[in-house]
């Protein structure tokens, strides 16, 4: 299940991937817009501003921007920095991976063998699909 981290992130994203000709948009308005508690907001966009995401200017006309073209955000990055794995269990993720301690036997595991499948076709989709395709899924989604 996709945390209200993550969906939080990825839509305050959306709202500046909107935003990119405009002057920076405040925590406030950006919370407001898309009903995210603004202390939350705050954290989230704090963790995206370090990964290199988000630019930050106080002050007067301050505010968020992207720091990257939103062709070149990836829901996969987002994930990774709001929530960590993509894996559905920890012996089937790639940057998360740990040993289940019930399993008796990791190359044999069935479980295992088909959530490998599960996250590497949810890696195929996260990877591919980037914040400038949201935005525009959701201007094709508004126009039907």
Known sequence: MLSKKTKYAIKALVVLGKNTDKPPMQISKIAEEE???????????????????????????GGYSLNRDPKEIFLVQIMRITDGPIAMVPCASLNFYHKCDECHQ???????????????????????????????????????
């Open 106 to 144: 990791e190359t044999t595991c069935g479980i295992r063998d088909v959530f490998i499948e599960v996250r590497d076709a949810t890696l195929k989709i996260l990877s591919e699909t980037s914040i400038a395709d949201v935005i525009s899924r959701e201007s094709t989604l508004l126009s039907v």
């Open 35 to 61: 009903r995210i508690p603004k202390k939350f907001l705050e954290q989230i966009l704090l963790d995206l501003r370090n990964a290199g995401f988000l630019y930050s200017k106080k002050g007067a006309g």
